[in-house]
């Protein structure tokens, strides 16, 4: 009921930038938080950041300093800026939204199908 798709994903050289975008559509009464997320092969997905519908964010320790999460409530969007990325960040980036469809129900988990980042040493 609810889809997130990514864009902005790319290649990139170190200490160079990409900002990732992320909408969300379908049946939504409030999204609670939303935020991304990497994954690299034989790693878990990690948190990279998010950020609450009053646009309070928190990030990972790897990343802080360098990225800048933000949202568009009413666009129900939200983006990563990352800057000064390292080979380290090379990974999938999944856009995430904790989201209530009514008034009544319980705020669920979505993914979005992600998108790649690679970064050139």
């Known amino acids: 009921q609810v889809q997130l798709v990514e864009s902005g994903g790319g290649l990139v050289q170190a200490g160079g930038s990409l900002r990732l975008s992320c909408a969300a559509s379908?049946?939504?009464?409030?999204?609670?938080?939303m935020g991304w997320y990497r994954q690299v092969p034989g790693k878990q997905r990690e948190l990279v950041a998010r950020i609450a519908r009053d646009g309070s964010p928190n990030y990972a320790d790897s990343v802080k300093g360098r990225f800048t999460i933000s949202r568009d409530n009413a666009k129900n969007t939200v983006n990563l800026q990352m800057n000064s990325l390292k080979s380290e960040d090379t990974a999938v980036y999944y856009c995430n939204a904790i989201v209530r469809l009514t008034i009544t129900s319980y705020a669920k988990d979505y993914w979005g199908q992600g998108t790649q980042v690679t970064v050139s040493s």
């Open positions: 379908g049946t939504i009464f409030t999204i609670n938080v």
